[in-house]
């Protein structure tokens, strides 16, 4: 099936420092997605691409539709504690398509 | 953002037993909703899609028979987990689709014992 890479897995920076995760597949996508998961709960919708080559910010976030439209990436910008948790892409590959592609999530530790 | 609910969010319950789980869209309608189950330190897994009035459609692996999904309106899916055993322990979260955009539920942690 579609499968989401994303990468790192796993970050652990300081606080202040910016965090750059991305997602990457073989197949085209039309839709992409980013969540943000804390511990036992569901995951935040944080940014919705829907064209290629679109940069979206929310606050400190960027996150961008590559233009290939197999990729994406996310920004954060001066990190800051409440930013520790899981972020995950998901994607769409075909318009209108119900189901979700997720990537395996990046988790984020912050020191302060 | 469209906000989703779920209830409840813990229950502990004796294998053998059956649980349902509710998730509702508080401000918006969805025809169609998703229920995804997530182990620790994994990324979510699909286990059904549910379409409002009609049958849910299940992914391959996931008996259908064992976790009954309901949607009987536009703001209120159900996931029944019958006969539950121990191995069903896990996190239950529910998605509901607004337009392009997928809003998550906040999750329902089981543990059968």
């Known amino acids: 099936g579609q499968q989401l890479n994303q990468s790192p897995q796993s970050m652990f920076i300081q606080e202040g420092e910016d965090v750059s995760m991305n997602c990457t597949s073989s197949?085209?996508?039309?839709?992409w997605l980013w969540y943000k998961q804390d511990p036992g709960e569901g995951p935040v919708l944080l940014i919705a691409?829907?064209?290629?080559?679109e940069l979206t910010s929310n606050g400190r976030l960027t996150a961008q539709f590559g233009i290939t439209r197999k990729d994406s990436f996310l920004n954060i910008s001066a990190s800051i504690p409440s930013d520790v948790g899981i972020y995950f892409c998901?994607?769409?590959?075909?318009?209108?398509?119900?189901?979700?592609?997720f990537g395996q999530g990046t988790r984020l530790t912050i020191n302060p | 953002g469209a906000v989703v609910s779920q209830h409840p969010s813990w229950v502990i319950c004796k294998s053998g037993t059956s649980v349902k789980i509710e998730c509702r869209s508080l401000?918006?309608?969805?025809?169609?909703m998703f229920w995804y189950r997530q182990f620790p330190k994994q990324s979510l897994m699909l286990m059904a899609t549910?379409?409002?009035?009609?049958?849910?459609?299940?992914e391959q692996g996931v008996e259908k028979d064992k976790f009954l999904i309901n949607h009987a309106s536009l703001t209120l899916s159900t996931l029944t987990v019958t006969s539950a055993h121990p191995e069903d322990s896990s996190f239950y979260i529910c998605s509901a689709r607004a337009g392009s955009e997928q809003y998550f539920g906040p999750g329902t942690r089981l543990t059968v014992t």
């Open positions: 401000d918006f309608q969805a025809t169609t």
């Open positions: 691409l829907y064209k290629a080559g």
């Open positions: 197949s085209i996508f039309n839709t």
């Open positions: 998901a994607g769409r590959i075909i318009q209108g398509a119900q189901k979700l592609v």
């Open positions: 549910s379409n409002e009035g009609s049958k849910a459609t299940y």
